[in-house]
């Protein structure tokens, strides 16, 4: 089944102009607060009509201006996780879960529920209130009720937000195993990069109401193409850049000269490097090896933080590191690897034509 949204509204100071289908599996939403990442998910449930556009999953149109469709957000048969849960406080776990299953026979119903309770792991707390519950068990709950409706889509809108670390890890394995098993269009919106590199196999990155980059999330990870993509994506290393030849490129604010394993075309104006992605080297170690120079160290549980430049005038760089893979002291030598290179765009369109279909 798929999810095709095409969906247009504008307000005081903000337009939302996105376009995109999606074919089944997990696609993830990221971009800066206010970019619309959430609108795009009411869009698709009903909760906010667009000016124009026209929304389907499979067969089934739930809006279309042109024909005066907009279905009301109870017929669309869509999964919606709210940042907060939306859990109904009056009612106990069980008839929070129940009420999404509508006019269904007794026994029937019984069995649901208790189906749902054993699914995810809240057998005995059936009899308890939503205030009675820890937060990761409130997500589970409300997870059980929407999965219980049988939804042909899910939409989930930062649903890891109100969790705390720890928690957060073990649903995300969670919630990860549950998605697998799921055969509908998934949709989930997030801050976060490892959430969406961990749960989303597409990824779409969202600015200004659109969508200006989409793909493979591994892809894009790999080769953001836009800075602003990278951003996004983590990369928190950025020079202006000036091509010398097809696979050589200068980094204008580092003061050095780097090879690329990628052409290296004439509208490159930016590189990024990963944190992650410098080497200790030595003198003589071969190509993308310079000296640098410490500015600021920050120790972390289990890594180093590393600001150093290329120079004395150089702009600031940061290297992450693990304390197991090493002790701390940063070498007279870092090295890049040409594959490491994120070769970018400061502005301009969208890394690819059909970039959010």
């Not at 951003?231 to 950025?238: A, D, H, S, V, W």
């Amino acid at each position: 089944m798929s999810l095709h949204v095409v969906a247009k509204r504008k307000w005081k100071g903000f337009a939302l102009d996105m376009e995109f289908t999606s074919q089944g599996g997990t696609r993830g939403i990221v971009g800066a607060s206010g970019c619309g990442k959430s609108m795009t998910l009411k869009c698709i449930a009903g909760i906010e009509t667009p000016d124009s556009g026209k929304i389907t999953i499979g067969e089934q149109v739930l809006y279309d201006s042109a024909q005066g469709v907009n279905l009301r957000p109870q017929d669309r048969k869509i999964g919606y996780l709210f940042q907060n849960y939306a859990l109904f406080p009056h009612m106990k776990v069980e008839e929070n879960i129940a009420c999404a299953l509508g006019k269904v026979p007794k026994a029937q119903r019984q069995q649901t529920v208790e189906e749902m309770l054993r699914r995810f792991r809240l057998e005995g707390l059936g009899g308890r209130f939503p205030g009675q519950l820890s937060g990761g068990q409130q997500q589970r709950v409300a997870l059980a009720r929407i999965l219980a409706y049988e939804p042909n889509a899910l939409l989930l809108d930062e649903p890891f937000s109100a969790l705390d670390f720890y928690l957060k890890e073990q649903l995300q394995l969670e919630l990860k195993d549950m998605l697998e098993e799921y055969s509908g269009d998934v949709v989930i919106v997030t801050h976060s990069r490892d959430e969406v590199y961990q749960l989303c196999e597409q990824l779409m990155v969202m600015e200004d109401g659109r969508c200006i980059a989409s793909g493979k999330t591994r892809e894009l990870f790999r080769n953001p193409g836009l800075l602003s993509v990278a951003r996004l994506t983590g990369c928190k290393n950025f020079s202006a850049a000036k091509p010398l030849g097809k696979y050589r490129i200068l980094a204008k604010d580092w003061g050095i000269e780097l090879a690329t394993s990628r052409p290296v075309d004439q509208d490159i104006d930016c590189i990024g490097v990963r944190a992650h992605d410098f080497m200790p080297a030595t003198e003589g170690d071969g190509e993308n090896t310079f000296s640098v120079q410490l500015r600021e160290r920050l120790e972390s549980p289990f890594e180093w933080n590393m600001l150093f430049s290329p120079g004395p005038e150089a702009a600031s760089v940061w290297w992450k590191i693990s304390k197991e893979s090493y002790g701390g002291n940063l070498p007279d030598f870092l090295r890049v690897d040409p594959d490491n290179i994120l070769l970018l765009r400061s502005g301009g369109p969208a890394i690819r034509k059909d970039a959010c279909q």
